[in-house]
């Protein structure tokens, strides 16, 4: 159970997680969150118990805030969402994923969370990713593969696979779903190395994941809001599938033709033009 997958005896664990596959949805709204006095690069964050920790240099900036590197020993990062970037939805997994306990090497769950000077909620540290994004190294094929990962054999690629696989297995292991499954969220250091991130975004219990990628989303949950259904298992494993395709094929889309239909309507129809045995539909793009 968890306690073989975290390698530790039960005497040191935290309280055991407690999270589970759900079908129903929560009914708690998913409200914004205002947030006013946001810190930046310089300034001071301070945790539950108020002790300072400095916001050092800016590591990243995304969709939902800024990643810092900080004072803190240990070597843990910063996330601090911008203003309206985060929702009681958000919130209620980060509190959750915290109080657990829980950790996966690879993953990078929050593990603590952080105020401003006024006491608000305002992200949370976790451990730090190191290597490049599978989405612009081993995605971009011959280019990106040289650029990065130039002494790597086809071996290497399959090893990474595997340890892709892993960190997914040790993932759903804690009754956990990932939701949005793209080369974006997965840093890769070496073979046998990789970083998930992005991890508030998992599904947690009956919170849902409110963001996907139509290349990895299933033909059953095409066209779908993401926010307002969970995911299944299933929906997961078509994601898998599609990120081991294009991890052993330089970032090619299964679904990918050659003047034929968008991905997400090849999807939806099932038009797959890499079959291993039966029809061929002749779009198998060049190359």
Not at 78 to 86: M, P, R, S, T, W
Not at 118 to 124: D, E, S
Not at 137 to 143: A, I
Not at 233 to 239: L, R, S, T
Request: glycine share 10%; hydrophobic share 35%.
């Amino acid at each position: 159970g968890v306690n073989d997958i975290l390698g530790v005896s039960k005497t040191h664990t935290k309280k055991k997680p407690y999270f589970h596959f759900c079908t129903q949805l929560t009914t708690t709204p998913d409200t914004i969150v205002t947030i006013s006095d946001l810190p930046k690069e310089g300034d001071l964050v301070y945790d539950k118990v108020k002790t300072p920790i400095r916001l050092t240099e800016k590591i990243s900036e995304g969709g939902e805030g800024c990643v810092y590197n900080t004072s803190k020993s240990g070597g843990a990062v910063a996330k601090i969402y911008f203003d309206k970037k985060l929702t009681i939805h958000k919130q209620s997994k980060i509190d959750a994923l915290i109080a657990s306990g829980l950790s996966i090497e690879g993953v990078c769950f929050p593990t603590e969370h952080l105020y401003n000077s006024k006491g608000v909620f305002i992200g949370y540290l976790m451990p730090k990713a190191e290597g490049e994004k599978l989405g612009t190294s081993v995605f971009r094929g011959e280019k990106g593969m040289k650029k990065f990962f130039g002494n790597w054999s086809r071996s290497d690629l399959v090893t990474l696979a595997v340890t892709i696989l892993s960190t997914i297995k040790n993932i759903h292991d804690l009754g956990i779903l990932i939701g949005d499954i793209n080369g974006l969220n997965i840093l890769v250091k070496s073979p046998t190395k990789v970083y998930f991130v992005d991890t508030d975004s998992f599904q947690i219990n009956e919170y849902p994941c409110p963001v996907g990628t139509l290349d990895f989303t299933a033909p059953e949950i095409q066209g779908k809001d993401y926010k307002y259904f969970l995911r299944s298992v299933g929906n997961e494993n078509f994601a898998i599938a599609v990120l081991l395709f294009k991890l052993l094929m330089f970032g090619e889309s299964p679904y990918a033709q050659q003047g034929g239909s968008d991905i997400a309507h090849n999807i939806s129809t099932g038009d797959f033009s890499f079959p291993f045995k039966g029809k061929v539909n002749n779009k198998m793009p060049k190359g």
